[in-house]
């Protein structure tokens, strides 16, 4: 990827001198990457509020108790772990991170997780059907609010940049869905190939 990108870079260069745009190159460089740091300061800006959020809800018991209710559903979708064990508390975080729509601040609760899971692997060369399963649910979750595409919105002009939330909730409810199911099938499908 290194490679393509400088060459992209130099061919740039190349065709600007050339044609005689060296002028309009050196205006869109130094405007994307003013572009570029106003979108990083206001993913930021929201990164660290919904940070701040999350910490105050876990501090106040919301997460826990968002935890309880996910309990069944986790159960049933990781059945061989144990419910009370630091695995299934790491997965309940996640997954209420990711439905409040805090993807960046969900990753460090992810690696938790799969770190966790990664203790009670039986074996050291091949991830377990459940980290594989996590892996999908994180990729896939849905988000009851989403920060991260509505910042983005906001950002490129959007006057109402939450107004994606039902087709947001609808597409990552399917590829949930499609996920899930797909990676119940394969393990029925690896369990009878051992």
Known sequence: MNYIFTAIIIFSFIAAAFSGNM???????IGAGAAAVNLLL?????????????????KSGLTEYIRRLLSPLLRLLFPKIDKSS??????SMNVTANLLGLGNAATPL???????????NKSPLMPSNEMALF??????????I??????????????SPMDIMPASWAASALALAAGITASKVLEKINGKNE
Do not use: D
């Open 23 to 29: 002028g309009e190159l050196s205006g869109a460089i």
């Open 42 to 58: 206001k993913l930021l800006g929201m990164l660290c509020l919904w940070g701040g959020l999350m910490n105050i809800a876990e």
């Open 86 to 91: 630091p695995a299934m508390r790491a997965i």
């Open 110 to 120: 992810g690696i938790e997780a799969m770190r966790r899971l990664k203790e009670e």
């Open 135 to 144: 892996v999908v649910i994180n990729t896939a979750a849905i988000k009851l």
């Open 146 to 159: 989403p920060t991260t595409a509505a910042t983005l919105r906001q950002s490129f002009g959007s006057q």
